[in-house]
């Protein structure tokens, strides 16, 4: 007969059975409640493992041969002009294509406004005698995703086509394009999109089959859900397709043979057209590759799949690690546990992948979630059930350690993280203009005195508008917003702080010049653009959390670059694109900074309170467009007009010593109007 102690000890035994299995059943099941209810945050992490799978895990596959991409590229631009082009231009392409039997030509365009009646009509006959143009239409929507509107070309040559095709994007929180809708329902019409038009003219079927959850075509069932979005199997990175140049093709220069019965996508791979998406391989791939790709995901029959066999799956693999790792935990010490969980989550991995390049998307994060939260709860389990006795012994030892410093590192063991990820950040550098002829008449306590009241007026404005301010060097400073919290608007709050500061510094000159004092101004430069932001240097050591990359370099480089147009601030065009609609530019130039061949258009930032006019903006880009056209003396003329009113206007007093130079020196064949710095 067991003893009185026996049988305490196999009543807390079973109770602790019971209690394991209700943890263990309680944690898989909170799991797949999860999983049903589709959390955001984490089907943010699934979305991510979704594109490791393509960039890191799986890597290119051949695309299909079948597919082609005509590129409204760089060297087109150079030979054609600047983009949108006339549609003469198009007219010899279409010839040319039709004449090698390409079987189809899609355009990632459309034309809804009417160029001239010769020059519509010659384009519309073009399209129509080639009879395999395929256009592209946009639409509008309202926030039920209802269709309110869309762009498309002139009916005239929208008529002519041989049919139309929506280009919209539809990409997810994030930015990425994972999903594509084939079929967009505008009023009692569906309408194909352009990669689906690809495809139905690869397969010679020009009629489909809408179902609840799949589209057929041709004997092809593609898997979409309830509002046919297809997931995208990217093929690989940008340029997977092969790619011609659209004045090649226009002046004749491409053998006929690579374009015969070819699927053609025509589009902008030019960066400056900005027709860029963001996709698991790149986050600046055109537009136009990923029509090709749903395209060729089609005609290839290379579909990803997520739908009830997958979910099977997702559930069956929750339960599974769940369970299974939490007996584990708890029959097991922790440090043999985590590698046996490491082992199964790894293993589990490899099955995703492997079902992966089968086609069907299940679940990374959800069961690894389950494995992590059994880790947790059983290992927590056995630590209160288990192991007092060594709880008692570690906390004699606690007093050694502070107390603080082991929950910080409990709490985030990445803390001390070295690396970064990717930001859309606007990035400002200033530097105060003559400081250093100002510090030579000043004792070393003086200048210190009054960079620091500068300084503290600056950041307080900094701070007004949630910027950061990365460091100070000397008298300048490197400030960013976008980062590390993500900020939509941080181009527009970089802007207004940069106006913010001027008028703060406006406001301490008053306040020098009574005192006596000699006041001062400052210049800047701003981008916006992708940077590498993080944790950068040495653990141990020194670390420092700053922001790096080519979009931090050309803020730098524009700051500098401010002084030789004798203007206070100078913006990029990515900076300009996304503030136009808020402040006052003035376009000044397009030039290559040291160390760069990709021309940047520079605008100056305009102060409300300045006194140009919008009518004296206007003038100089009337000028500047003479000047591009070559028409030197009428640009000129213009800007000694502006110089009358504008005395102390540098940019018009260069543009006049550069105009009076190309009148006595013709510019080289290829000039392009583009400005080469040659300092920093």
């Not at 589709?38 to 079948?66: C, H, M, T, V, W």
């Not at 690869?202 to 859900?225: C, R, W």
Request: hydrophobic share 40%; aromatic share 12%; with cysteine.
């Amino acid at each position: 007969m067991a003893s009185p102690s026996e049988l305490t000890t196999q009543f807390l035994n079973r109770r602790s059975a019971i209690v394991s299995i209700l943890l263990a059943l309680i944690t898989s099941f909170t799991v797949v409640a999860l999983y049903y209810n589709q959390n955001p945050f984490i089907e943010a992490f699934e979305a991510k493992s979704y594109d490791l799978r393509f960039k890191n895990i799986r890597g290119a596959i051949p695309p299909n041969k079948q597919i082609a991409i005509i590129a409204i590229d760089d060297k087109s631009i150079a030979e054609l002009g600047r983009f949108p082009w006339s549609r003469r231009h198009y007219i010899p392409l279409i010839e040319n294509l039709s004449a090698a039997g390409a079987k189809a030509v899609l355009f990632d365009a459309f034309f809804p406004e009417s160029e001239n009646e010769a020059t519509d009509q010659a384009f519309s006959k073009a399209i129509s005698q080639a009879g395999n143009i395929i256009l592209a239409t946009v639409f509008d929507f309202n926030r039920q995703f209802q269709v309110v509107g869309t762009t498309r070309s002139l009916p005239t040559i929208e008529k002519s086509a041989m049919g139309i095709g929506h280009i919209n994007f539809f990409p997810d929180e994030d930015g990425i394009n994972r999903r594509s809708m084939l079929l967009i329902k505008e009023k009692d019409q569906l309408m194909p999109s352009l990669g689906l038009m690809g495809a139905m003219v690869a397969l010679n079927d020009m009629t489909l089959t809408p179902k609840p959850f799949s589209i057929e075509l041709a004997g092809h069932s593609i898997p979409v859900d309830a509002s046919y979005t297809m997931w995208i199997n990217y093929t690989g990175p940008t340029g997977s397709y092969p790619q011609y140049s659209f004045s090649d093709i226009a002046a004749g220069r491409i053998d006929p043979a690579l374009l015969k019965d070819k699927i053609l996508f025509l589009g902008a791979t030019a960066l400056g057209i900005y027709d860029m998406r963001v996709t698991p391989f790149h986050s600046n791939t055109p537009g136009v590759e990923i029509h090709a790709t749903i395209a060729d995901n089609i005609i290839s029959g290379r579909f990803i799949r997520q739908a009830g066999f997958e979910a099977l799956i997702d559930i069956s693999f929750i339960l599974l690690l769940g369970l299974l790792t939490f007996y584990l935990t708890a029959r097991l010490k922790l440090y043999s546990a985590i590698p046996v969980t490491f082992i199964l989550s790894t293993g589990y991995i490899w099955l995703t992948y492997q079902l992966f390049t089968e086609g069907h998307w299940v679940s990374m994060i959800y069961p690894l979630i389950a494995a992590v939260a059994s880790l947790l709860v059983g290992g927590s389990f056995r630590y209160l059930i288990l192991e007092r006795r060594a709880r008692e012994m570690r906390s004699m030892f606690s007093s050694y350690l502070s107390p603080k410093l082991v929950s910080r590192l409990e709490r985030d063991p990445d803390a001390a993280r070295i690396g970064g990820d990717s930001k859309e950040i606007s990035i400002i550098f200033t530097d105060i203009k003559g400081f250093t002829s100002f510090t030579e008449s000043r004792t070393p306590l003086e200048v210190v005195g009054r960079l620091n009241e500068y300084l503290a007026a600056m950041v307080q404005v900094i701070t007004n508008y949630d910027g950061t301010v990365d460091k100070f060097i000397g008298d300048g400073i490197m400030i960013y917003w976008g980062a590390p919290l993500a900020q939509p608007d941080h181009a527009k709050r970089a802007v207004g702080a940069l106006l913010g500061m001027k008028q703060a510094l406006n406001e301490l000159c008053r306040k020098w010049e009574k005192s006596g004092e000699e006041p001062f101004s400052f210049r800047g430069g701003i981008n916006s653009g992708e940077v590498i932001a993080g944790n950068i240097g040495s653990r141990g050591k020194k670390l420092e959390y700053t922001v790096i990359g080519d979009t931090v370099n050309l803020a730098a480089r524009l700051e500098s670059t401010a002084k030789y147009y004798g203007v206070d601030f100078l913006v990029s065009d990515n900076t300009y694109q996304l503030t136009c609609d808020k402040f006052i530019y003035r376009e000044l130039d397009q030039i290559r900074v040291i160390g760069k061949q990709i021309p940047v258009t520079i605008y100056e930032l305009i102060d409300p309170l300045s006194e140009i006019t919008e009518e004296e903006i206007r003038q100089f880009q009337r000028a500047l467009q003479l000047y591009r056209a070559q028409k030197w003396l009428a640009a000129r003329m213009l800007f000694l007009s502006l110089r009358e009113m504008l005395p102390d206007d540098k940019p018009c007093q260069i543009y006049i010593k550069r105009c009076d130079f190309f009148i006595d020196n013709s510019p080289p064949p290829e000039w392009d109007g583009v400005y080469d710095r040659e300092s920093k």
